[in-house]
């Protein structure tokens, strides 16, 4: 029977056939192990020269690292390995013998790597990063789905600027500039108007030329938008959303976890609802924590994001921020208005802001000053302040980053990988 890796606890004690790549092999002068890969999943096959005779020995012997082919065996269950299963090899069939691959288990060092991300996703440890990255987007559709909203795809090429015209991808439309969309939230909020609650999840382009283990060129957005929500009602959405996903890798993927030896206990706290501080009285822990650089109508950087999520096991809300430091379709607080209805999501274990998000001006003559005051060019927004000219209402989104959700998720270091193809500050390649 012809099989894949992930499927052969349906064949306990049958003979399979599986085609696969050889990972890795170890062997004496009477047992192989080889460690086999279909892209399913990783299993060990063994094969005892006892029992196999010393032809098909000698060929397994002689396997080298990544060549392809079929191996057929029994499938029998092994309590020690993490999988739960063996297969008792009896039978070799060579498709191509890879030789001298680059990637060896010894260790690499990281730019290598990079330059050999195409193989380099051959790994355990990325196949299982890949994996939770899938389950993730998976949870994502389902919560969305299950919640009433309506998945709308909003352009890539744009010729309006969302987060400020400093940090854009320039390309040529014809004879018109364009720019790489940094976020779909405006198109997104027209969605909402015509369908009331959406989302978008795509790819979005900021030219920024950060090299932080937080920041790619190129990541990619979930985008939610919803009519008649404000402010806190948005923050609800964001915490259950947040949970549903954690909650999700946790059932589905508990394989991969333990591959990247994650610490489970912390994620298993990840529950709504979360907690949620003002800027203000984060700015007052920073100095009684002795961050005393920091003055009011600062934004916070890296460390004073970390000083503040350390403080909590769960994911936190920063809310509140000044206004001067917010886009300009933000909505300022109408008791306050030098700082605005926003909140950022920061996430434990020093992982940064996986969420940005507020509730947006719906009043047009304060949102057509806002742009002026921006110095953005209004001709480019008209479409967008035209959605308050008809029936306008309350409405609020966020966006999730879904490259540091993975990292934090996975507990892996670098957003670089938590993408196939991470796009970063020089590299283009592979
Ligand atoms: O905070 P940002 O810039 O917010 C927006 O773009 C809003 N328009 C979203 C909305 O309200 N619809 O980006 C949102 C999230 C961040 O919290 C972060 O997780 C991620 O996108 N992000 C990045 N991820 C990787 N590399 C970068 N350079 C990122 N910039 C933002
Ligand atoms: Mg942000």
Partial sequence: MKTTISQVDKYVDQEVTIGCWI????????????????????????????????????????????TSLYVTGKVTVDERSPFGY????????????????????????????????????????????????????RATYEFFNENGFTKVDPPIL???AP????????????????????????YMEAAAMALGKVF??????????????????????????????????NLEVQEQYVSYIV?????????????????????????????????????????????????WGDDFGSPHETAIAEHYEKPVFITHYPTSLKPFY?????????VVLCADLIAPEGYGEIIGGSERIHDMEMLEKNIEKHGLDAAAYKWYTELRQYGSVPHSGFGLGLERTVAWISGVEHVRETIPFPRLLNRLYP
């Fill in 330 to 338: 933000m909505q300022p607080d109408p008791e306050r208005p030098e």
């Fill in 158 to 160: 744009t010729g309006s």
């Fill in 23 to 66: 990972a890795n092999k170890r062997s004496s002068g009477k047992i192989a192990f080889l460690q086999l890969r279909d892209g399913t999943g990783f299993l060990q096959g063994v094969v005892v020269k006892a029992e196999v005779g010393e032809e098909l020995f000698q060929k397994a012997k002689s396997l080298t690292q990544e």
């Fill in 86 to 137: 063996e297969l008792q090899v009896t039978g070799l069939e060579i498709i191509h013998e890879a030789t001298d691959y680059p990637i060896t288990p010894k260790a690499h060092g990281t730019e290598f790597l990079m330059d050999h991300r195409h193989l380099w996703l051959r790994s355990k440890r990325q196949h299982a990063v890949m994996k939770i990255r899938n389950e993730i987007i």
């Fill in 200 to 233: 978008s999840f795509g790819p979005t382009f900021r030219a920024e030329k950060s090299k932080t283990r937080r920041h790619l060129i190129e990541f990619w957005m979930i985008e939610p938008e919803m009519a008649f929500v404000e402010f806190n009602e």
């Fill in 247 to 295: 909650q999700s890798v946790l059932k589905n993927c508990q394989l991969e976890l333990k591959t990247l030896d994650r610490d489970i206990s912390k994620l298993e706290k990840i529950q709504a609802p979360f907690p949620r501080i003002t800027y203000d009285d984060a700015l007052a822990f920073l100095h009684e924590q002795g961050f005393d650089d920091i003055e």
């Fill in 163 to 186: 987060e400020g015209t400093t940090e854009l991808f320039a390309t040529k439309y014809f004879d018109e500039d364009a720019f790489l969309s940094q976020s779909g939230q405006l």
